[in-house]
């Protein structure tokens, strides 16, 4: 089972950018697929989580509104749309398959991570 982040970059404020994490391995349908990022200094946190089996998205307080958790089965990709960010946003992100998108459900198939900066 492998997960590949992709996507990030060098983004002015109220930019966008859409990550892509492309599954290997494995289907959508078997897992979960979470994302999370960690800025520097930080613990790693949980964003955003699609479960395709029941059709499941969770998104953190701070996201919500402005990123979108999307699939695309062909691919076996989850994307993360992300728009109006703010230099709160720089961080590097990660995808990672897990058993569920609930508060307690946490990654164990991780990407390297794909890094998003966002200047002011």
């Known amino acids: 089972v492998r997960v590949v982040e992709s996507g990030g970059g060098l983004v002015q404020a109220g930019g966008s950018l859409r990550l892509s994490c492309a599954g290997s391995?494995?289907?959508?349908?078997?897992?979960?697929i979470g994302w999370y990022r960690q800025a520097p200094g930080e613990e790693r946190e949980k964003i955003s989580c699609?479960?395709?089996?029941?059709?499941?998205?969770y998104y953190r307080d701070s996201v919500k509104g402005r990123f979108t958790v999307s699939k695309d089965d062909a691919k076996n990709t989850v994307y993360l749309q992300m728009s109006s960010l703010s230099p709160e946003d720089t961080a590097v992100y990660y995808c990672?398959?897990?058993?569920?998108?609930?508060?307690?459900?946490?990654?164990?198939?991780w990407g390297q991570g794909t890094q998003v900066t966002v200047s002011s």
């Open positions: 990672a398959t897990q058993r569920g998108c609930g508060g307690d459900y946490w990654g164990f198939y």
């Open positions: 699609l479960k395709s089996r029941d059709n499941t998205t």
């Open positions: 391995g494995f289907t959508l349908d078997e897992y979960a």
